[in-house]
């Protein structure tokens, strides 16, 4: 048996030992952030370091929940699908964590002011809403939320993934462009408009086919 054809035929049980490797490698960034909290390993800027941090992996993670549906059209592999909801639940894990070091190392906890600089901020407005339209995404992650909305309506509802995504993407950007360094947010932009495009194709594909 071919490695691709192993791979393309993994077991429910494998699935899922797959799934545990998955989420203990995924917490090992909070993992690394506390061990250098607790080591004054943060560098000058501590609150700069877990912000960006925290920020850079909320992308990653979300990059790639954007990945699993065309990786899964190319390859075949349908287990892949089982994997989108760990990693969009890590994109907001991290996401929690970017939000929390913005509420209370910046503003300590003083939401009348948080919300001031919200509005204030452009680069902070877009990433807020970015956050505030992951919430409804978490909180209906579960199986029994599913059936609760319907698959159509919670389907409609996921879809703002696409709407968070490029919203993060400019918040980034935004957040870079003062210090000029737009390298990593072009390559996000990037990253994220070729897998926007390759959404596009595969329902064009799939309408063309009816």
């Given at each position: 048996?071919s490695l691709v054809h192993f791979i393309?035929?993994?077991?429910?049980?494998?699935?899922?030992?797959?799934?545990?490797?998955?989420?203990?490698?995924?917490?090992?960034?909070?993992?690394?952030?506390?061990?250098?909290?607790?080591?004054?390993?943060?560098?000058?800027?501590?609150?700069?370091?877990?912000?960006?941090?925290?920020?850079?992996?909320?992308?990653?993670?979300?990059?790639?929940?954007?990945?699993?549906?065309?990786?899964?059209?190319?390859?075949?592999?349908?287990?892949?699908?089982?994997?989108?909801?760990?990693?969009?639940?890590?994109?907001?894990?991290?996401?929690?964590?970017?939000?929390?070091?913005?509420?209370?190392?910046?503003?300590?906890?003083?939401?009348?002011?948080?919300?001031?600089?919200?509005?204030?901020?452009?680069?902070?407005?877009?990433?807020?809403?970015?956050?505030?339209?992951?919430?409804?995404?978490?909180?209906?992650?579960?199986?029994?939320?599913?059936?609760?909305?319907?698959?159509?309506?919670?389907?409609?509802?996921?879809?703002?993934?696409?709407?968070?995504?490029?919203?993060?993407?400019?918040?980034?950007?935004?957040?870079?462009?003062?210090?000029?360094?737009?390298?990593?947010?072009?390559?996000?932009?990037?990253?994220?408009?070729?897998?926007?495009?390759?959404?596009?194709?595969?329902?064009?594909?799939?309408?063309?086919?009816?």
């Amino acid at each position: 048996m071919s490695l691709v054809h192993f791979i393309r035929k993994l077991t429910t049980r494998q699935v899922s030992v797959l799934k545990g490797v998955l989420f203990a490698l995924s917490l090992l960034p909070f993992l690394r952030l506390t061990v250098f909290a607790f080591t004054d390993r943060l560098g000058a800027n501590p609150i700069e370091f877990i912000t960006r941090n925290t920020g850079d992996w909320t992308l990653y993670f979300l990059c790639i929940t954007l990945t699993i549906t065309p990786l899964r059209r190319f390859t075949g592999w349908n287990w892949l699908i089982r994997l989108r909801r760990l990693f969009g639940l890590f994109a907001f894990f991290y996401v929690a964590l970017h939000f929390t070091t913005f509420l209370w190392f910046d503003h300590f906890f003083d939401v009348t002011e948080m919300w001031q600089d919200v509005l204030k901020r452009p680069f902070i407005t877009v990433g807020f809403i970015a956050f505030v339209l992951l919430i409804p995404l978490a909180v209906t992650s579960t199986n029994g939320m599913v059936r609760r909305l319907g698959g159509k309506r919670w389907q409609w509802l996921h879809r703002l993934i696409y709407v968070i995504v490029p919203l993060g993407i400019l918040h980034f950007w935004w957040m870079k462009a003062g210090k000029n360094l737009l390298a990593q947010p072009i390559l996000f932009a990037t990253i994220v408009s070729i897998l926007l495009l390759l959404r596009m194709f595969f329902k064009f594909k799939s309408q063309k086919n009816v």
